[in-house]
């Protein structure tokens, strides 16, 4: 049988999609389930000094108002899990932190009388003064680390090497806070069933994650708590976390003594949900005349909330991406009157690429030198910020093929020098990267006596196609066909995953499917050569091997027994195994990272300053590919992202008042079919022994690095204006 992974196979839940038959958390079909809805604050700092909510008590079918003068206060209240939770905003105190904090939920028979009563409830305030500007005066510190990285880094002389430089750049480049908007919003059905036992079935990319927070909060015990998210909308780090709306859900729940329902507005998903924080990042390179790196500084100034820290990793790229003996790495943060930021498609890569590939870009032509060439004259044979080998890396494989594939060599250097008529046409490119993490995961693997299997893990299928590749993994360890595998994830019932976050889901969760098949395999074939009836009687487990559901002798095809006959005469009923795998220890040897070419076509209206991109192309080496049809639309999907990232995305605050003013899709300007180029997507064969079992990468992040620096390059060689302030909208060109 032709192993199934690897093959461009259609999802597996894609006729559930098409259908609408796919439930998602909001989707959940709960008997008596009532209506939550968050009032959130209409300042951004201060106090709650009274609320008035008489309108709200007596509008029609409204069961109960919480605000912070009569919700109850939870045991776990001020507790946090590891570094990746949040400090959350659940009616425990009158502080009010950041714009459209949840100051009142008011719980009601209808999402309509809902609505209306949440109008009704009338919040006074005792304002104080934000402060929201990033600048580099204020309350400015270096945190602790920056997630699994340390904060700062040095290695060689920076300052010595940059002072000897033949060629020198010294840049700041800025992005704007980034909201998420995912086409699924947040959403919580939460069911108290008394005697303190709790389901919930939550929009999360992490189901083991929000138990554990539940748990915490309100003082439950492991096997009172149940989290369920059998489908996701999107996810891209927004829903990594428990945030604010799913313990309210719960107290609402509680409250009314019936199933709650909960789902976040969009204008909410740009209060208390999580964003990517704006950055100022110092760029300095010092080089030889030959092109050679001599010197490297990035430092990164993010902001963050008062009252919790999200570190935005920058500067890590910058310490392994190039060759160079003299590199040096800071993060800084400023704590603002704002929400927390989070976890953002490539957190901190795709920030962090933007401004070191820009700044590559710019030393290219103040060398005279081809972006590629000088890239490849920096290329890193080995991780020289850890001083490890790389586990595998193709990219100057990537380079060749995506530059024969886009034409790059029919660009001409020189920056207006190619037009359509009277349009400006510019060419960019840009290094992609993005680490292949691994973490402990398990899931189990049944075979039933009608030669079916089920495998389940507490893993999350975020929309990038999870269930299709773990049954592909799934059904090659079994030695079944794809129809008689049944996957099904995203409950904490089953054996635990880590949260899908980080690109790491294929990578972690793949593994312990495969390791359950293949033990099930195991089990099955000692029973047959165990079995004085089976043609296999008497064989060494060396001996066989299976494919369709049928054990044979691998010398000997003819010598077959099928599973259903194994279990049949066993007169088992059926076999259950569960396996776990942990992070492969051959990875501590190794530096382990996806690489990538990106490669950007603009057009450019020389009068208006309109920016169109009109081509995009992208070469990916991730180890191996479980599904070419996902992995695919995976790097598209973080392509077309990097379009709103170059150009259009960008949340703005009001200074005076701390608030949000682009509150919605009509504000907050996102790419739309119309704005979506040709986008070509090359894969470049790699083989990665070190890795984790399966030689397979992440790639749900890999596809945004390098995006938004490609198109930024294009726009310069295009109009000869560098915008290093992201968006680059019309204003910044004409």
Same mark, same amino acid.
Request: charged share 15%; with cysteine.
């Given at each position: 049988m032709t192993a199934l992974t690897g093959q461009g196979l259609d999802r597996v839940d894609g006729r559930l999609k098409v259908t609408g038959a796919a439930q998602y958390s909001s989707d959940t079909p709960v008997a008596n389930v009532?209506?939550?809805?968050?009032?959130?604050? @209409?300042?951004?700092?201060?106090?709650?000094?009274?609320?008035?909510?008489?309108?709200?008590?007596?509008? &029609?079918?409204?069961?109960?108002?919480? @605000?912070?003068?009569?919700?109850?206060?939870?045991?776990?209240?001020? @507790?946090?899990?590891?570094?990746?939770?949040?400090?959350?905003?659940?009616?425990?105190?009158?502080?009010?932190?950041?714009? &459209?904090?949840?100051?009142?939920?008011?719980?009601?028979?209808?999402?309509?009388?809902?609505?209306?009563?949440?109008?009704?409830?009338?919040? @006074?305030?005792?304002?104080?003064?934000?402060?929201?500007?990033?600048?580099?005066?204020?309350?400015?510190?270096?945190?602790?680390?920056?997630?699994?990285?340390e904060t700062d880094s040095n290695r060689g002389d920076f300052d010595a090497a940059f002072a000897a430089a033949h060629v020198r750049l010294d840049a700041t480049y800025t992005?704007?806070?980034?909201?998420?908007?995912?086409?699924?919003?947040?959403?919580?059905?939460?069911?108290?069933?008394?005697?303190?036992?709790?389901?919930?079935?939550?929009?999360?990319?992490?189901?083991?994650?929000?138990?554990?927070?539940?748990?915490?909060?309100?003082?439950?015990?492991?096997?009172?708590?149940?989290?369920?998210?059998?489908?996701?909308?999107?996810?891209?780090?927004?829903?990594?976390?428990?945030?604010?709306?799913?313990?309210?859900?719960?107290?609402?729940?509680?409250?009314?003594?019936?199933?709650?329902?909960?789902?976040?507005?969009?204008?909410?998903?740009?209060?208390?949900?999580?964003?990517r924080p704006p950055t100022s990042q110092h760029v300095s390179l010092g080089a030889a005349r030959d092109g050679k790196l001599t010197a490297v500084r990035h430092e990164l100034l993010a902001h963050t909330s008062r009252f919790d820290e999200f570190v935005e990793g920058c500067a890590v790229v910058t310490r392994s991406l190039y060759s160079c003996p003299n590199v040096r790495t800071s993060h800084r943060l400023v704590r603002l009157d704002v929400a927390t930021p989070t976890f953002m498609r490539a957190p901190g890569e795709s920030t962090g690429n933007y401004a070191l590939e820009s700044a590559m870009d710019e030393l290219s032509y103040a060398l005279g030198m081809d972006p590629i060439a000088l890239r490849l004259r920096n290329h890193a044979a080995r991780d020289e910020g850890a001083n490890k080998p790389w586990s595998s890396k193709s990219l100057k494989e990537c380079y060749e093929r995506g530059a024969k594939q886009f034409g790059w060599a029919r660009r001409t250097r020189a920056p207006r020098s190619m037009k359509d008529g009277n349009v400006l046409i510019g060419w960019g490119m840009a290094t992609a990267t993005y680490p292949a993490h691994q973490s402990a995961a398990s899931a189990s693997a049944r075979l039933g006596s009608d030669g079916t299997a089920l495998v389940r893990t507490g893993t999350q299928d975020i929309g990038t196609g999870t269930y299709t590749i773990m049954t592909q993994i799934a059904a090659d360890a079994l030695g079944l066909p794809l129809e008689r595998v049944r996957f099904e994830l995203g409950d904490t019932t089953f054996p635990e995953s880590p949260m899908s976050a980080g690109s790491q889901t294929a990578a972690s969760t793949g593994p312990a499917v495969h390791r359950a098949g293949l033990e099930l395999r195991r089990q099955l074939a000692e029973l047959a050569v165990g079995d004085a009836r089976s043609p296999l009687h008497g064989l060494s487990l060396e001996q066989l091997d299976a494919s369709g559901g049928v054990l044979f002798a691998k010398f000997d095809s003819g010598r077959r027994d099928a599973y259903v006959d194994v279990l049949s005469r066993s007169q088992r009923p059926e076999i259950v195994v569960e396996a776990s795998t942990r992070e492969s220890e051959d990875r501590a040897g190794y530096s382990l990272r996806g690489f990538g070419a990106q490669f950007a076509e603009v057009r450019v209206d020389p009068d208006l300053g309109e920016v169109r991109v009109s081509r995009l192309l992208g070469a990916f080496a991730a180890g191996k590919i479980l599904n070419a049809k996902t992995a695919r639309s995976q790097l598209m999907g973080g392509m077309v992202w990097g379009v709103g990232y170059a150009l259009t995305e960008q949340t703005r605050y009001d200074l005076r008042d701390g608030r949000v003013v682009t509150r919605d899709l009509a504000d907050y300007l996102v790419p739309v079919n119309a704005d979506v180029p040709a986008v070509d997507v090359l894969f470049v064969d790699e083989v990665d022994p070190h890795v984790n079992e399966l030689g397979a990468k992440g790639i749900g992040e890999l596809g945004l690095t390098g995006a938004a620096a490609a198109i930024a390059n294009a726009v310069f060689h295009a109009t000869g204006k560098r915008v290093r302030d992201l968006p680059i909208t019309l204003d910044k060109i004409i």
């Open positions: 009532a209506y939550a809805v968050i009032v959130g604050s @209409t300042i951004s700092t201060g106090r709650v000094s009274a609320v008035d909510t008489r309108a709200a008590d007596a509008a &029609g079918g409204v069961l109960a108002v919480l @605000t912070p003068m009569n919700a109850p206060k939870l045991p776990g209240a001020n @507790t946090k899990g590891p570094p990746n939770d949040r400090a959350l905003q659940f009616l425990q105190d009158d502080m009010v932190r950041y714009d &459209g904090q949840p100051v009142a939920v008011v719980v009601a028979d209808s999402l309509e009388r809902a609505q209306h009563a949440a109008s009704l409830v009338n919040v @006074t305030y005792q304002p104080s003064r934000p402060n929201v500007v990033l600048s580099g005066t204020g309350d400015v510190y270096a945190p602790a680390k920056v997630t699994r990285d992005t704007p806070a980034q909201n998420h908007n995912p086409i699924e919003l947040h959403a919580t059905v939460a069911v108290w069933q008394g005697q303190d036992r709790l389901t919930v079935y939550d929009a999360t990319q992490g189901v083991y994650g929000v138990k554990r927070k539940l748990m915490r909060l309100f003082g439950l015990s492991d096997d009172k708590v149940r989290v369920i998210s059998h489908f996701l909308g999107g996810g891209f780090g927004c829903k990594g976390a428990a945030w604010s709306h799913v313990p309210l859900a719960v107290m609402a729940a509680i409250a009314v003594g019936r199933p709650v329902k909960l789902v976040v507005t969009r204008q909410q998903m740009f209060a208390f949900v999580g964003h």
